[in-house]
T-cell receptor, first 109, second 114 residues
Framework: RKEVEQDPGPFNVPEGATVAFNCTYS??????FFWYRQDCRKEPKLLMS???SGNEDGRFTAQLNRASQYISLLIRDSKLSDSATYLC??????????FGAGTQVVVTP | GAVVSQHPSRVICKSGTSVKIECRSL??????MFWYRQFPKQSLMLMAT?????????EQGVEKDKFLINHASLTLSTLTVTSAHPEDSSFYIC??????????FGPGTRLLVL
């Protein structure tokens, strides 16, 4: 079983709509959680950290459910520039980052 | 934010040759650098972790004699893919971190082995 699992998508989203997707992780001792964004043929870039109480950054909202071991990302009022692959990242033991394979989001005009 | 550079950004080589990739932290001292590999439509896979001045720690299944890592200074780590083969073609990404702070990723190096 993979340590971090994501729905690969693609999620096709009309511009202005809301999209949400989850990620599950297997290690209950995981300490920190992040969403990264990766554009085609580029390196991943930190989008936001995910806090236990949930947090929001502009149009992006992240939630953490430790009991069910999943995190979620919601994007409101989608923009064309939001088209990317969103990587779920979990920080496990020894500070290592475990990456999901990513969820592709395609925002259409 | 902090900047990490990689060189070269793209390399094409013949099977059997060795390729060196450099990773530099430009505006901070990286006590730890990480090397990842990403195949198409797959997640980043950690290959090895290197701390300045000590030997790299390789992940299970990664051959240390094939992927040579040198972290000679607090701002430079190199990955050498020795005797590269077509199956080594991939996107290699480094990241750098000071202490337990945020990891910053380099722009990646695309390796194509013919």
């Amino acid at each position: 079983r993979k340590e971090v699992e994501q729905d690969p998508g693609p999620f096709n989203v009309p511009e202005g709509a809301t999209v949400a997707f989850n990620c599950t992780y297997s290690n209950s001792a995981s300490q920190s959680f992040f969403w990264y964004r990766q554009d085609c043929r580029k390196e991943p870039k930190l989008l936001m950290s995910v806090y236990s109480s949930g947090n929001e950054d502009g149009r992006f909202t992240a939630q953490l459910n430790r009991a069910s071991q999943y995190i979620s990302l919601l994007i409101r009022d989608s923009k064309l520039s939001d088209s990317a692959t969103y990587l779920c990242v979990v920080k496990g033991s020894w500070g290592k980052l475990q990456f999901g394979a990513g969820t592709q989001v395609v925002v259409t005009p | 934010g902090a900047v990490v550079s990689q060189h070269p950004s793209r390399v094409i080589c013949k099977s059997g040759t060795s390729v060196k990739i450099e990773c530099r932290s430009l505006d901070f001292q990286a006590t730890t650098m990480f090397w990842y590999r990403q195949f198409p439509k797959q997640s980043l896979m950690l290959m090895a972790t290197s701390n300045e001045g000590s030997k790299a720690t390789y992940e299970q299944g990664v051959e240390k004699d094939k992927f040579l890592i040198n972290h000679a200074s607090l701002t430079l780590s190199t990955l050498t893919v020795t005797s590269a083969h077509p199956e080594d073609s991939s996107f290699y990404i480094c990241s750098a971190r000071y202490g337990q702070e945020t990891q910053y990723f380099g722009p990646g190096t695309r390796l194509l082995v013919l």
